[in-house]
């Protein structure tokens, strides 16, 4: 196989692995106020992973109540044109909020057309909480991209099998 081929196959693998790491955005919501987030989605398939300040949110989780300390929830809910209002949380009270980070929550939804998309806590009185919840938003790559990632691996590892590429890069 002529080098150029090879070098177009190095080029698609390299292409479709940038292409396919989803972009991440951290949602942080302040549990004093109640403020949504509304960030403008593409259509697609999403993953919201809770994270903590150790990975780059700036809470943990939200106290609910200050007046009697210990009342820690990882809680959020997730709203749009298309979505129905969904809370997302485990329904326990925890004494931490680094325990109540443990069993937060994952979600993931998917939307048919690009839309606005609120991410909020809900909660009856916001006067009362301390902290918050992060949360890591990340898009889902679709087929057709890991399929052509799949295919540029597979090219390479046949030109490098044929010897028109060494292995390992030497």
């Known amino acids: 196989m002529p080098l150029p081929i090879i070098r177009l196959a190095a080029a698609l693998t390299v292409t479709c692995l940038f292409a396919s790491a ?41 106290d609910a109540s200050n007046d009697h300390p210990g009342n820690w929830v990882h809680a959020y809910t997730i709203f749009s044109e298309e979505l129905e209002s969904s809370l997302f949380w485990d329904g ?3 004494p931490s909020d680094l325990e109540a980070l443990a069993h937060a929550v994952p979600a993931q939804f998917t939307i048919t057309f690009n839309q606005e998309v609120a991410f909020f806590i809900s909660d009856t009185s916001y006067g009362d909480n301390d902290g ?35 292995a390992g890069g030497k």
């Open 22 to 62: 989803s972009s991440a955005t951290i949602i942080d919501l302040d549990g004093t106020t109640g403020d949504p987030i509304s960030i403008f989605l593409d259509m697609g398939a999403y993953h919201v992973t809770p994270v903590g300040m150790a990975d780059g949110g700036a809470y943990n989780a939200y």
């Open 92 to 94: 326990t009270v925890h």
């Open 132 to 166: 918050g919840v992060s949360l890591r938003l990340q898009s889902v790559p679709e087929p057709s991209t890991l399929l052509l990632l799949g295919l540029g691996l597979v090219g390479l590892r046949i030109c490098a099998a044929q010897g028109h590429y060494p």
